[in-house]
């Protein structure tokens, strides 16, 4: 149980194009859902926490009109990376709270050529 | 705002042998919660074990155990009995129990297993 499906895993688009990656939770309702960062070889680094039907809540330095986070459903967030330019290219990866921790994603890379 | 710090960059072990992660955060709030979580070469991250703040009682689950150390500000992790299978990145996360509850990360130990 409690699975947050992530797609897509990864992804290459131009440089200048627009990127969706969405989350899905499963088989429960998450109500808050995070978006994280990766590096290679680094730590997550949250960009942003997004609640149902309400305005994402973005971190410090985190450019909200480019990486626009949409939390229409209690079921799904979607985190769309507008104007994409190689520096994007990332590891990027959901999580939902639950009741005893928290649930992530498979990830998506993102390659910006 | 409360930190992670992971001391450890890189560790290794033996296959059957224990090893312990350090991990130390820094907060004013009472009621919390810490995790360790893994990250495999997959990048899934898999919780590993939790603990709640307020409980005095060490978090323990089959060969993973944690040092809670409350007013240290200490986390640590032990795994006994280390298997292949267990070499991973593991970050360890601070929790607020109220507010945006986000997890906030240490920035990882790299955990090798040498058969």
């Known amino acids: 149980g409690a699975v947050v499906s992530q797609h897509p895993s990864r992804v290459i688009c131009k440089s200048g194009t627009s990127v969706k990656i969405e989350c899905r939770s499963l088989?429960?309702?998450?109500?808050?859902m995070f978006w994280y960062r990766q590096f290679p070889k680094q730590s997550l680094m949250l960009m942003a926490t997004?609640?149902?039907?309400?305005?994402?809540?973005?971190e410090q330095g985190v450019e909200k009109d480019k990486f626009l986070i949409n939390h229409a459903s209690l079921t799904l967030s979607t985190l769309t990376v507008t104007s994409a330019h190689p520096e994007d290219s990332s590891f990027y990866i959901c999580s939902a709270r639950r009741r005893y921790g928290y649930t992530f994603g498979s990830g998506t890379r993102l390659t910006v050529v | 705002a409360q930190t992670v710090t992971q001391s450890q960059p890189e560790m290794s072990v033996q296959e059957a042998e224990t090893v312990t992660l350090s991990c130390t955060y820094d907060?004013?709030?009472?009621?919390?919660?810490l995790f360790w979580y893994k990250q495999p070469p997959s990048r899934q991250m898999i919780l590993v074990i939790r603990q709640e703040a307020y409980k005095q009682q060490n978090a323990t689950e089959n060969r993973f155990s944690v040092n809670f150390q409350k007013a240290a500000k200490s986390f640590s992790l032990k795994i006994s009995d280390s298997q292949l299978g267990d070499a991973a990145m593991y970050f360890c996360?601070?929790?607020?129990?109220?507010?945006?509850?986000?997890?906030?990360f240490g920035k990882g130990t790299k955990l090798t297993v040498n058969p």
């Open positions: 997004s609640n149902e039907g309400s305005k994402a809540t973005y």
């Open positions: 088989d429960f309702q998450a109500t808050t």
């Open positions: 907060t004013s709030e009472s009621d919390y919660y």
């Open positions: 996360a601070y929790s607020s129990q109220g507010g945006s509850e986000k997890l906030v």
